[in-house]
């Protein structure tokens, strides 16, 4: 069987509140394998959306803690990866898609700023090649006129498109 991409092993992740600390996940593990794909879906508060920001190393701490467990992205155990290491995954490696675009997108700024923003943080290019790059993503992904869209900011696109 092959190796897991990501693999969780009975995550536990609690968070500080006035009251003490409480427990968001207990006992979470799963497989993902290369070429697969997971849905995690579950009711309001049950823990989805920590799961995913834990196996992206995004729980925000404080208040929250990765507390146990392991989890490893292609065998490397990222609990305990430096925060420059997690940057370069999340770069290059590891991706999130948020369910509702316009929490995730700033409305002051372009679209194309906002994925500049990212290809700059992780990659040492030109300006120049950022922007043929944020307008290759925007084509790549089926934007219609990529460097039209690119100067637009995120009301003036489709839903389907903030999405994409």
């Known amino acids: 069987m092959t190796t897991p991409l990501m693999s969780l092993h009975d995550l536990r992740v609690e968070f500080d509140t006035r009251h003490g600390r409480v427990t968001a996940l207990s006992g979470v593990s799963l497989d993902v394998r290369p070429g697969e794909t997971l849905g995690i879906v579950g009711e309001s508060g049950c823990g989805k959306s920590i799961t995913a920001l834990a196996m992206m190393g995004l729980v925000p701490n404080p208040p929250g ?25 999340r770069g290059s490696d590891i991706a999130m898609i948020f369910q509702e675009p316009m929490t995730s997108l700033n409305p002051i700024f372009t ?32 934007i219609p006129d ?19």
Do not use: C
Request: charged share 35%; net charge positive; glycine share 10%.
């Open 65 to 89: 803690h990765v507390t146990g467990g392991r989890i490893a992205f292609d065998g490397e155990d990222i609990t305990r990866a430096t925060p420059r290491r997690l940057r370069q995954l």
């Open 111 to 142: 679209v194309g700023r906002q994925i500049a923003e990212a290809i700059r943080l992780h990659e040492d290019v030109s300006k120049a090649e950022v922007r043929n790059r944020v307008v290759d993503v925007l084509g790549r992904v089926g």
């Open 146 to 164: 990529p460097a039209r869209r690119a100067d637009e900011y995120p009301h003036q696109l489709s839903g389907g498109m903030r999405q994409r």
